[in-house]
């Protein structure tokens, strides 16, 4: 009576009860070809390593028109002009697959040096010490791994 209610509250939770999960990471979707393919073990687990060369090409972005005006840099050239004749960026980037789907299989069995692949994976830093100068320096790889990634051929 008086406007209160008499439902009981729920008990509370212990601490050894929550658990909280938490992962950061970057995905990464790269095409690209490859270059280098090396089969082996890191501790315990078998991996594939595939060393894929992404190409960024200015040509496949849109571009201005080539009567577009000069942007005060290019001699008289509209900016469609100038990026064709800029070499594209290259950048080679080690992807490292993990588990059992590449270790055999068809796909992997077809992955050679000039295969063009499309891997979908996350982004990690492989931490290595240098004893000579007592710095530690990172280098970036893609780590594919069911369910964090995959590789596909592109034919």
């Known amino acids: ?86 070499k594209p960026e290259v950048d080679l980037i080690t992807v490292r697959c993990y588990g059992d789907q590449f270790s055999s299989g068809p796909l992997i069995s077809e992955i050679r040096v000039g295969t063009q692949l499309v891997v979908n994976g996350v982004l990690k830093l492989n931490r290595r010490l240098d004893k000579a100068s007592n710095r530690i320096h990172s280098f970036p790889y893609v780590l594919v791994s069911s369910p964090l990634g995959s590789i596909q051929m592109i034919e």
């Open 1 to 86: 009576p008086g406007g209160l209610d008499s439902t009981p509250l729920p008990m509370p939770i212990d601490e050894a009860d929550i658990s909280i999960h938490m992962r950061a990471h970057s995905n990464t979707l790269l095409v690209g070809d490859v270059l280098e393919v090396r089969r082996g073990f890191i501790k315990t687990h078998a991996i594939l390593q595939i060393i894929l060369r992404v190409t960024h090409d200015e040509e496949r972005r849109p571009e201005r028109e080539v009567g577009a005006p000069d942007d005060g840099k290019g001699n008289g050239r509209s900016q469609s002009e100038q990026t064709r004749d800029r």
